[in-house]
């Protein structure tokens, strides 16, 4: 019997028959893959295994199994700088009111100044209390309390004296010392003009000032109630008494003005208005016008190079007052 010529049901057996070849060609594919995955990862356990001759940087990393296993980061915490106030020496000075013996206990004057620069000293360390001898004073930091009083008040011995012959105990025996070793030097002879004054003469003083000269002049060369260094008690007016006492203005020129320049911070006295720091005191220069601030801080003064207290200590310039 002869088949029909049919056309379209021949197409349809050739599409069959491909599509079966096809399946078959990606089963033998799909088998041939994984033959391929396991002989691979057999090869790799070997070579684990014997260690032999592997390349180490071709070992596959170690993973933590979980989360939990990887190790928490580490942190490096710096300490804080111990405060001066913690040792006890620094604290039984405190407490006992031995400047001086803070001073040295804290490690020195630039130890000390160190601290409070740095505010490690501040627990126990404050430049706004007037019973220290750190305590500063200028137009921008008035006394607490405006009208204080310093207490051990003495007559200061052996010099000349004009006005206010009064300072704080330790202040003047310093000044008695330095008075007699201008005198064993040669060079002439000091004078006390001022030294403590009260709020009340302040305040005369002041007005006699601004009188004199008006407002403005007198802020640069007097200070308002309140705001004198004068009232703490460790500050004084010179003057040259070589041949008779001279005047405020003739003290920085004179042998006596020089040498206390060079010398007075070995008593612990530091010029407190130099010339060319107006714009940080506020104050015209007054060689004469010496402050105490003990022997260690005044050895770091002066071998720091410092010229303002203001400075030394970090603080704000101080040209005018509030306001």
Known sequence: MIRSADPAAASTRRAA????????????????????VVIIAVAIATTRGSGGGSDPSAVE???????????????????????????????????????????IAAGGGAAFREAVVSGTASACVSLSDPARRWVVVNKQRPLDPLDYVPGNLVRVQGL???????????????LQAMASAIDQS????????????SYDVQVTTYAENVARGGQAEADISSARPGFSEHQLGITMDLMPCANGCGTLDDFGASPEGQWVAENSWQFGFVVRYEEGYTVITGYEAEPWHLRYLGPELARAYHDGGWHTLEEFFNLPAAPGYPG
Request: glycine share 6%.
């Open 17 to 36: 028959r491909v599509a079966s070849v096809r399946v078959r060609r990606r089963r033998i594919v799909a088998l041939f893959a994984v033959v391929a």
């Open 61 to 103: 990393p170690e993973w933590p199994a979980s989360v939990d296993a990887i190790p928490a980061p580490q942190f490096t915490t710096v300490a804080a700088a111990p405060s001066i106030c913690d040792d006890p020496a620094v604290a039984a000075a405190v407490a006992a009111g031995d400047d001086e013996a803070v001073v």
């Open 160 to 174: 000349q004296t004009m006005n206010s012959g009064i300072l704080r105990q330790d202040a003047a025996e310093a």
């Open 186 to 197: 040669g060079v002439g002879a000091i004078g006390q003009l001022s030294g403590y004054r």
